[in-house]
C-alpha cells in the first residue's frame, strides 16, 4: 500500500482519540516515522478488511507484537474488539511486552503476553484472525512453521493469517542473532513456491493481497492465507 492508494484514504481517517497520545512506534520496528507507520498497518489489515473479517467485533492475535503499534492502530479506528499481542519468550520479547503494556496496558481490550503463557493459548482459542507482520521476513522455513504450530489450531477453525514476506528469484537469508535469538536473521528472502509449500503445510492456501516498501527499501508482500 502506497500513501496515494484508495485503500489509504479508507485507513488514513482516524474516528477514535489515541488511547496513549505520546506513542511513537520504537525505533526497533523498522518503519517508525509516520505515515509510514500507520501504511504498514493498514497493508496487514486491509486484506482483513477486504474479506470482511472486521465487519463486526473481532479477537486481532498478533504474533511478534513488537510495542503495540498494531493496538494503536486499531484503536484510532474500532471500539470492539479483542486484541492479544504476542512476544518470543526471551530478553528482547519481554523488552517489547513491558513497553506496549507500558503504553496500552490499562485499556481493556489488549493484552500482552509471551509465547507458551497461559493468555497467548487463550489468544488462540479466541482468535478471529492471526497477524504476523515482521516475522517471516526473519526466519527460515523450518523456525517458522515451529512458531506458526501453535496457531494451526486457529487457522484449521478457519481463522486467516496474513504474514509478509521478502519474496525473490532465489532463497536467502543472512546475519543470524538478531532480536536474542540465533534463529532469527537480519533478513530471509523465499521463493513463491517456498510460500506456497508454507502454506500447504499449514492447510492453506495463500494468496498475495498487498505491497509495502519499507524505509529501508525492502518490498513486504503481503499475503492472505486461508483453510482450503
Not at 52 to 71: I, K, M, P, Q, T
Amino acid at each position: 500500500m502506497k500513501q496515494s492508494d484508495t485503500a489509504w484514504s479508507y485507513w488514513s481517517k482516524e474516528s477514535l482519540s489515541p488511547v496513549n497520545p505520546s506513542y511513537h512506534c520504537g525505533w526497533a520496528f523498522g518503519t517508525p516515522d509516520e505515515p509510514a507507520s500507520s501504511i504498514w498497518c493498514a497493508s496487514l489489515l486491509e486484506p482483513l478488511r477486504k474479506t470482511g473479517y472486521l465487519n463486526s467485533e473481532f479477537s486481532a492475535l498478533d504474533f511478534g507484537c513488537g510495542d503495540g503499534r498494531l493496538f494503536n492502530f486499531l484503536s484510532r479506528r474500532y471500539k470492539k474488539f479483542q486484541y492479544f499481542g504476542i512476544e518470543q519468550d526471551n530478553t528482547f520479547g519481554w523488552s517489547c511486552l513491558r513497553s506496549a503494556s507500558a503504553s496500552f496496558g490499562k485499556d481493556s481490550r489488549a493484552c500482552f503476553a509471551a509465547v507458551g503463557s497461559p493468555k497467548a493459548a487463550e489468544a488462540i482459542d479466541k482468535a478471529t484472525f492471526v497477524v504476523l507482520g515482521s516475522v517471516a521476513t526473519h526466519l527460515k522455513e523450518k523456525e517458522l512453521l515451529k512458531c506458526l504450530a501453535p496457531y494451526q489450531g486457529a487457522l484449521r477453525r478457519g481463522a486467516p493469517l496474513v504474514a509478509s514476506f521478502f519474496v525473490g528469484k532465489a532463497f536467502s537469508a543472512f546475519s543470524p542473532g538478531i532480536y536474542d535469538n540465533p534463529e532469527c536473521y537480519t533478513a530471509v528472502t523465499y521463493t513463491s513456491p517456498m510460500v506456497n509449500d508454507i502454506a500447504r503445510a499449514l492447510g492453506c492456501g495463500a494468496t498475495q493481497e498487498e505491497e509495502f516498501v519499507a524505509k529501508d527499501g525492502h518490498l513486504h508482500r503481503i499475503f492472505l492465507f486461508r483453510k482450503v
